[in-house]
């Protein structure tokens, strides 16, 4: 299943999972994967997307953007120390 997608027709995304592991000889693969994609999509398959997903990146965002915060606060307080030293 690809990324934080999840189709929400399992039985034609089997069957397209199945052609291609008849059309390509590894699967899977990067190629493969892209076709069964696509042709997922032509064939009117649809994705839902993860919230699950979409909570971790919004968690790990603020993560981020603490520690970037925390090392400027730091930078800032060398920055002060080495001022008054001279």
Do not use: C
């Not at 052609?19 to 696509?38: D, E, L, M």
């Amino acid at each position: 299943m690809p990324g934080p997608e999840k189709p929400l027709n399992e039985k034609l995304w089997t069957m397209v999972i199945f052609q291609a592991k008849t059309k390509y000889r590894t699967y899977p693969s990067p190629g493969a994967s892209a076709w069964v994609h696509q042709r997922y999509i032509e064939l009117g398959g649809k994705f839902e997307k993860s919230t699950d997903h979409t909570a971790r990146k919004k968690a790990m965002k603020k993560l981020w953007e603490r520690k970037l915060e925390e090392k400027r606060e730091q930078a800032r307080k060398q920055n002060s120390k080495k001022e008054g030293k001279n």
